[in-house]
């Protein structure tokens, strides 16, 4: 370690702890858990969580929220501060009933929601939509203000979105998949010549969308084959250079992604996870499929998240599937599986744990990803021991979550938590705010359920959406890697005082416990934090800047 003095210490990156605890949970009364992915924070670790609700008013924090449509649910977006505060909740909802699909955030801080009405929906701040059973997605503002809502403008198109991503530029991209031989969204008509939805299931379709709604290219999964299941996109994720990936699974024996042809076994009762890439315009470059050709050996990918230079993919698989040049084998029922691929689309490695009882359970059904490119998976789990190496053990005899940090360069294990009980059919979301500050999400459908020294007891006659916070303080400070800002004293007295070469958004101040004490606004390229009122000891300091984020380790005198 380097020291730092002279009045001067530059922010500097932070090591943390090898194993976060949960630090504290929360929960929000949902209507039967339909909501896919119900969860999305930003870099100041506020987590912004919506759910469907139809009793006639609930309570959330200090705000409440009001169903004037007897029987039917409406949709609540709330959004909380890393202590698990209420910060505000919003409501929005038709005559009928609402439902919630996907959340995420753009760099600004916008929300986007994506879901489905009944019979229309009043979003608020004048956004309206109107139909029947249509699913919709729709853009607000960092206080829940809508600003606008889009869907399809074809006729007679049954069509389901299944997930929604941004990026850096605020366009916005959708993926879902459809029963029809067209989709529109305003000038893109998608086709699909081939398809006989008489005789197909579904088919899968990726859209992308400017920062005002407006559709800019859309790409379709192409079959000529039959299967009464069909095939389906599960996740998306989008790079700095607008690459797009699209992660899901195939009952077809055939599919084309443009010139990207991926072919199977014809067993009726058999898939396969797959990859594609799409260029910034839409054009794919390459995909990959794994999975058994067994028959009821059924593997789907439900997660993807990329970097510049690589892209990982994770699911479940049962049998064998085959990665590059490593061949994953699991005995028994579905398994944990994770990838990782160069963006040139070479597979670079693949892991699953092992299992002492052929007769377990297992998936990966979200990812996410840190600055540091270390990968999250979460997931849920039936069996006796899951290993995933380096001694990273959990034993869920009757179901559980389970949270797991790889390196993101070697797929090595570094941690795994879990939380339960937890029905194996229940999808579990991660959402990594800042490293060492994870958050996780899924449905509470037994009485209560369990994270660490946290219980959380579900509402009467409900299922429960919860979230809940994993958390390892910074450890030490190691030698600095950009000038970004300069702090001084450091130890504090009383004032420390800031300056930057870019302006400084916001400065938050954490205890040894990970809770957020002080949240101060500078919007300035100097400024001044006054904490005297501090008790002596150390404290973790994140300062947010132009989009980056630098921590450093703050004594108190």
């Known amino acids: 370690m380097k020291n730092i003095t002279f009045l001067l210490l530059l922010l500097s990156s932070i090591s943390f702890a090898q194993a976060p605890n949960w630090q504290w949970g929360r929960n929000l009364i949902s209507k039967n858990g339909s909501e896919s992915k119900p969860i999305a924070t930003d870099a100041q670790g506020n987590i912004f969580v919506v759910t469907s609700f139809d009793q006639p008013q609930i309570t959330v924090g200090d705000f409440t929220l009001n169903n004037t449509s007897t029987g039917t649910s409406d949709l609540c977006l709330a959004k909380y501060n890393s202590n698990g505060d209420v910060i505000w909740a919003k409501k929005y909802g038709g005559v009928s009933n609402d439902w919630v699909v996907a959340l995420d955030l753009d760099a600004l801080g916008n929300i986007y929601l994506a879901g489905r009405f009944q019979d229309g929906i009043n979003l608020g701040n004048g956004v309206t939509m109107q139909g029947t059973y249509k699913y919709f997605f729709a853009k607000f503002d960092n206080n829940g203000e809508a600003i606008w809502a889009k869907t399809n403008t074809g006729t007679n198109e049954g069509f389901y979105l299944n997930d929604i991503s941004t990026d850096s530029q605020g366009n916005v991209y959708v993926i879902g998949h459809l029963n029809s031989s067209t989709l529109t969204f305003g000038p893109i008509l998608i086709n699909f010549p081939q398809f006989n939805f008489q005789t197909n299931n579904t088919t899968s379709f990726v859209a992308k969308f400017d920062s005002q709604g407006i559709c800019q290219w859309g790409q379709g999964a192409q079959t000529g084959v039959n299967h009464n299941i069909g095939n389906k996109p599960n996740s998306l994720a989008i790079d700095s250079a607008g690459n797009v990936y699209v992660a899901g699974e195939m009952f077809n024996s055939s599919l084309s992604f443009g010139n990207v042809v991926m072919t199977k076994a014809s067993n009726a009762y058999n898939s396969h996870m797959y990859l594609i890439k799409y260029n910034a315009d839409g054009v794919a470059q390459w995909g990959h499929h794994a999975g058994s050709d067994s028959v009821n050996k059924v593997s789907g990918a439900y997660a993807v998240n990329c970097t510049n230079d690589a892209v990982y993919v994770s699911g479940r698989i049962v049998g064998n599937a085959v990665f590059g040049t490593t061949t994953i084998t699991t005995a028994g029922s579905m398994q944990i599986f994770s990838a990782k691929y160069s963006s040139a689309g070479v597979a670079l490695w693949a892991k699953t744990p092992t299992i002492s009882n052929n007769n377990s359970y297992s998936g990966v059904t979200d990812s996410d990803i840190d600055e540091d490119g270390n990968l999250y998976l979460a997931g849920n789990l039936n069996g006796t021991v899951f290993n995933f190496g380096n001694n990273n053990e959990i034993n869920s005899p009757f179901g559980s979550l389970f949270v797991v ?114 949240n101060q606004e500078i919007n300035a390229l100097t400024g001044t934090v006054d904490i005297s009122h501090f008790s002596s000891g150390s404290y973790f300091l994140t300062l947010h800047s132009g989009g980056k984020l630098q921590n450093v380790k703050l004594l108190k005198r």
């Open 405 to 518: 940090k790889l390196n993101g360069m070697s797929g090595e294990a570094q941690w795994v938590q879990q939380g339960g009980p937890l029905d194996i059919n229940n999808r579990v979301y991660v959402s990594v705010a800042n490293p060492g500050e994870i958050y996780v999400s899924s449905l509470i459908t037994a009485t209560s359920i369990t994270f660490g020294s946290v219980t959380l007891n579900s509402s009467p006659g409900g299922y429960d959406i919860f979230t809940a916070r994993l958390f390892s303080p910074p450890l030490s400070v190691n030698s600095p890697k950009d000038d970004i800002a300069a702090i001084w004293p450091n130890p504090v007295n009383d004032c420390f005082s800031l300056k930057s070469a870019l302006t400084i958004d916001t400065v938050s101040i954490y205890n040894n416990a990970g809770q957020l004490i002080m």
